[in-house]
Nanobody
Framework: QVQLVESGGRLVQAGESLRLSCEVS????????MAWFRQAPGRRREFVAI????????HYRDSVKGRFTVSRDNAKNTAYLQIDDLKPEDTATYFC????????????????????WGQGTQVTVSS
């Protein structure tokens, strides 16, 4: 069974940067696109970014374009989410997941069903 372990979240000041990591086990990493999501308190989980299995193609939610960068290291079975110029509205628990398909559509991933989820990593941005 796939295991997803997110890390790298912490309390930061607005304007700072963070790099989140997602380590995957129990699945052939290079068979899967890797997606990032976030969930703020009281809100539904939303899609943030995705990278294809080769690391060649990426897609981002409009609201994070220009500040978020998704990448992966297939040798380490790990995906990354670099977040620059953090804003208070980025405060959320961030999750990753594998996906069999890469599509340049945020709506598509917002409505996908994923199981299981990892524990996520908390990012808190103070103003």
């Amino acid at each position: 069974q796939v295991q997803l372990v997110e890390s790298g979240g912490r309390l930061v000041q607005a304007g700072e940067s963070l790099r989140l990591s997602c380590e995957v086990s129990g699945r052939i990493f290079t068979d899967w696109a890797m997606a990032w999501f976030r969930q703020a308190p009281g809100r539904r989980r939303e899609f943030v970014a995705i990278i294809d299995e080769f690391g060649d193609k990426t897609h981002y939610r409009d609201s994070v374009k220009g500040r978020f960068t998704v990448s992966r290291d297939n040798a380490k079975n790990t995906a990354y989410l670099q977040i620059d110029d953090l804003k208070p509205e980025d405060t959320a628990t961030y999750f990753c997941n594998t996906d069999a398909l890469f599509r340049p559509s945020s709506v598509y991933y917002d409505n996908r069903h994923y199981n299981p989820w990892g524990q996520g990593t908390q990012v808190t941005v103070s103003s």
